[in-house]
């Protein structure tokens, strides 16, 4: 194939109008290319940002971790030794440091989720698990109605839980956050996205949907002060 020339008459590499018996080629990075090439390298950006997202189907739970996709997704990541962290653990055996605020759990603390991680380490562990009611109704109908006083407050207890999770995880720990949103600790936190999974319950049920994502090892420095 001859080199495609553009409206100028010659093979620039740089503009966006390059046309050869029919095809449109763009420039990136100096190269011509056709349109699949520019989704395939987006694509590949996209796989390199690690920014996964998959889906799957299962019978809900209200022990989420017992749901199959997902224990396959924890047991994928977590390893024996580590040290995890779940204020909102229920029955669940995943973290080696629990918490619920519904006395009759099985978990090792049973206190509101803030007041508990506020008792940890900063930097202590290397999982942290972040599972909490996903709406009031769902409070009453399979959690005994626990944490009814957050009713209605859910972004408030979020973002408390979120921010002391974010103290007590290591740098390059991992963050698993379950719900009926994508967000994660985001770029609030500048974490990194690792993986996205949707589990479809079906009938007229929300998915779960599931985001794991890496904490910085660094944090970004900001530029120094000039001196005066
Ligand atoms: C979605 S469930 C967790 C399920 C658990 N991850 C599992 O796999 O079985 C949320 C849990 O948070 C507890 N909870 C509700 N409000 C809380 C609060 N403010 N602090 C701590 N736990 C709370 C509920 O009792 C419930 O067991």
Redesign the pocket.
Known sequence: MSEPKCSAGQPCGACTACVLDGVSFWAIDGVMATLSDRVDRALAAAREQGARIHRAWAMPN?????IPPIRRMLSARIRPGMQVV???????TWGTTT????PD?DAHHH???EV?LAKLGARAYDVA?F????SPR??TE???K??HP?NGRNAK?YSAVRAELDRVLRPGGLAFS?GWNSSGFGKKYGYERLETLLVCHGGAHNDTICVVERKPLALPTTPEEPKR
Not at 86 to 92: G, I
Not at 99 to 102: A, K, R, S
């Open positions: 209200a022990d989420t971790f017992s779940d204020p909102f653990a229920r029955n669940s918490n619920d605020l519904n759990t206190l509101p989720a508990f698990l599972d909490p009611p996903y769902q409070m399979c959690y005994s626990v944490g957050n207890l379950f």
